[in-house]
């Protein structure tokens, strides 16, 4: 009986630890005007969707550029890749990639301006997916 018992937590511990694992989450805000740190970003979600997490990316300011449609962005080394083509393979890859709220309307652009796979954020639902327990955020 204190065998099964034992073996029954260790199962509960492994299948606990194998759903942490697969619910890993990231979000990314990216508001820098700089090519490399967008880059840098960009990266790191992609990094982070190889190891299975759930990543949403929120760009804000300047980076809000990279997500419209028939911008010319430099090619960053090593790959001779664009932010906005970083950006297209994120997506491709299964992140959630949003505009903040302020950046249409203050720039004069519409969510069809936008490229494949990028909306508009809800400041409610933003609000509350980064009041998750355990979100790991990062800033560029």
């Known amino acids: 009986m204190k065998k ?3 073996l029954g937590l260790i199962g509960l511990a492994v299948v606990a630890a194998a759903h942490a694992a697969d619910s890993t989450e990231l979000f990314v805000n990216i508001h820098s005007g700089s090519a490399m740190a967008q880059g840098a970003g960009l990266v790191l979600a992609g990094q982070a969707l190889e190891q299975k997490a759930n990543v949403r990316i929120l760009l804000c300011d300047a980076a809000g550029d990279i ?3 028939g911008q010319q962005l430099p090619k960053l080394k090593p790959r001779d890749v664009t932010t906005q083509q970083m950006l297209q393979g994120v ?8 505009v903040c709220a302020l950046y249409l309307p203050n720039t004069g652009r519409k969510p069809t301006d936008l490229i494949e796979g990028v909306t508009p954020a809800k400041p409610a639902d933003v609000a ?3 009041l998750k327990p355990g979100l790991n955020s990062l800033a560029f």
């Open 91 to 98: 997506i491709k890859a299964g992140a959630k990639v949003e």
């Open 4 to 6: 099964s018992f034992a």
């Open 128 to 130: 509350a997916h980064l």
């Open 67 to 69: 997500a419209v449609v």
